[in-house]
């Protein structure tokens, strides 16, 4: 959706048949990005947040609206790259959509498991694909972090991976993770 009234048109109709919006691209800085200001403008939207510091996804989006039979309107709007989309969809999407579905757990299972490399720390929280191994009789759990930064990798890497590994920001103290230290797996494969 590359012009206003396209996605005006598209937002229209999803809200007329939808609780929760759910929309990939348009969220960035590009002067294509054109849905924040039609969510602003047309539906009088409130912008919860509109970047978040987590990579990937930072301009992930989250507004709400009062629809036209003044029920609550939810959008969740993902970058459009597909691997942050899929992230954030994780972290953010599925979750509210279990919570509104009655679900116990929402956030769904999140484990521990020792990080099988040594990994260089962003300056945000990072969550990158990974393949968790519970524990057994001779090991701890263990995950080992797959794709690499190439679009294709990573993209194959959505689809061999059963978790989101959670990493934590850079600090001064720390800017390695190393090998064998211990980190959260959100499993990705419980839907």
Known sequence: MSRPNETLAKLQEGIRCADVIVTTG?????????????????????????????????PTTFASCEGPDKRSILFFCLPGNPVSASVT??????????????????????????????????????????IYQAASM?????VHIVGGHMLSSNLLSVSTANCLVQLPSRTEERSILYKNSWVDCWLTNDL
């Open 26 to 58: 348009s969220v960035s800085m590009g002067e294509r990005d054109l849905l924040k200001q039609v969510l602003k403008e047309d539906f009088n939207a409130d912008i919860h947040f509109g970047r978040v510091n987590l990579k990937p996804g930072k």
């Open 89 to 130: 969809c994780h972290l953010y999407v599925l979750p509210t959509l279990k919570r509104l579905s009655g679900q116990i757990l929402p956030e769904g299972q999140i484990v521990k498991a020792q990080i099988q490399s040594e990994l260089k720390l962003d300056p945000r929280v990072e969550f990158k694909r990974g």
């Open 138 to 142: 001779e090991t701890p759990a263990s």
